[in-house]
Each structure stands twice: as structure tokens, then as C-alpha cells.
């Protein structure tokens, strides 16, 4: 079984703090995949690895970076974060190639504060 | 890119009626069509996917319908049961894009007794 794990499950962070979120996958998956979860507006994606070091914006990018140094973690950066930007974060990864499984973490609830 | 629209946003039903989730979708070259289902403070996981090249898939008591005409896709859930109760996501794929899906906002699915 594929395992995506998510460091934290839950956070409380101040507004202007950077914050990181960590997420590792054990399968060898060349994509990994960071999404918000917002009710009433479904799965957004922030950002797409699809390589080390190789990175793509998604549909909502502003206020978001990500850092792949090895395949198997991603993390995502809120470098000054918002109370905008409380929300449950998903981390997701696929096996490369167009129509594969993609395999979800558990999720990190941010709150902003 | 790819838009997505999925209704409805909520649903219940009664144990053993069915249930039925449309999805419309704008790009007439997307190919892949997986629904995910997420149970209350669990995961999105894969329950059953469609590729373009057949109308109709099924798995026990779901199955799934494409109509590539009307650019449009249906989850159907027979004979429900309460383990049914979730939040249900399709998605499609777009082209040129190998493996960013585009996700619908979800719909709540409540089997009642």
C-alpha cells in the first residue's frame, strides 16, 4: 500500500510566520502534489513537483512556494502566512504518466491566527 | 484549462435507494475520469475511474457513465448503505497537462436510516 504522510495534522500559526509543511511518500513517485481543501470549493492544487528540484505553479500558487531536495518528501512554504490562508492541506503522489492513482495524506489543518 | 462542475453540492438518501452525481467538464480532450470519496476526517481515496474510450464502468455498487458528446459523467451508487455517507470528488484530466488533475467541489453524500 502506498503511504503519504503528512507531518502534522494539526498547526496554529501567527500571521507573518513562515510555515512549513512536510510530507513524504514511500513508493518512489516522480509527482507529488500539494492541494488546499476548502468547503464549497473542492480540491484547489498549489503546487506540482514532477521531479527533485522541479516544480510547477498550480491554480493557486500566490503566497505559496515548494521545496523538493529528495524524491520522496515535498514540503510547502507559506513564507509570511495570512489568516486567508487557514485551511486543510492535502499532499498527494502519482506514479508519472497520465491517468495513474493519484494517493492522498491524511491532511494538515492550518489555522492562522 | 480545465473547468470542472460537479452538483449536486449535497445529497441524501435513504438506506438501499440510489444515488446519482453528475459532473460536466469544458476541455473535449480530456481522457480520465477517477471519482474520490472522503469519509469525515479521512483521506480522499480512489473509488473508481473512466478512461474516454468506454461509456461505462462498474464495481460492485458503483458504477460510472461518460457521455463524451455532452462532456458530461455520472457516479452511481445502488442499494446505499451508511458507510456510503461521505464527501464525493470527481476529476478530470486535461490535456497536456500528464498528471494535473482538475477536481470538482465535491458533494456530500448522507445515507439516512
Known amino acids: 500500500d502506498v503511504k503519504v504522510t503528512q507531518s502534522s495534522r494539526y498547526l496554529v500559526k501567527r500571521t507573518g510566520e513562515k510555515v512549513f509543511l512536510e510530507c513524504v511518500q514511500d513508493?518512489?513517485?516522480?509527482?507529488m502534489f500539494w492541494y488546499r481543501q476548502d468547503p464549497g470549493l473542492g480540491l484547489r492544487l498549489i503546487y506540482f513537483?514532477?521531479?527533485?528540484?522541479?516544480?510547477e505553479k498550480g491554480d493557486i500558487p500566490e503566497g505559496y512556494s515548494v521545496s523538493r531536495e529528495k524524491k520522496e518528501r515535498v514540503s510547502l512554504i507559506l513564507e509570511s502566512a495570512s489568516t486567508n490562508q487557514t485551511s486543510m492541506y492535502l499532499c498527494?503522489?502519482?506514479?508519472?504518466?497520465?491517468?495513474?492513482?493519484?494517493?492522498f495524506g491524511e491532511g494538515s489543518w492550518l489555522t492562522v491566527v | 484549462g480545465e473547468n470542472v462542475e460537479q452538483h449536486p453540492s449535497t445529497l441524501s438518501v435513504q438506506e438501499g435507494d440510489s444515488a446519482v452525481i453528475k459532473c460536466t467538464y469544458s476541455?473535449?480532450?480530456?481522457?480520465?475520469f477517477p471519482w474520490y470519496k472522503q469519509e469525515l476526517g479521512k483521506r480522499p481515496q480512489l473509488i473508481i475511474d473512466?478512461?474516454?474510450?468506454?461509456g461505462e464502468k462498474k464495481d460492485q455498487r458503483i458504477a460510472v457513465t461518460l457521455n463524451k458528446t455532452a462532456k458530461h459523467f455520472s457516479l452511481h451508487i445502488t442499494e446505499t448503505q451508511p458507510e456510503d455517507s461521505a464527501v464525493y470528488f470527481c476529476?478530470?484530466?486535461?490535456?497536456?497537462?500528464?498528471?494535473?488533475?482538475?477536481f470538482g467541489t465535491g458533494t456530500r453524500l448522507q445515507v439516512t436510516l
Open positions: 498527494a503522489s502519482m506514479e508519472q504518466g497520465a491517468g495513474n492513482t493519484i494517493y
Open positions: 513508493m518512489d513517485h516522480e509527482n
Open positions: 513537483s514532477y521531479d527533485v528540484k522541479m516544480k
Open positions: 476541455d473535449s480532450a480530456s481522457n480520465y
Open positions: 473512466i478512461r474516454s474510450n468506454v
Open positions: 476529476a478530470g484530466l486535461p490535456t497536456g497537462t500528464a498528471s494535473k488533475l482538475t
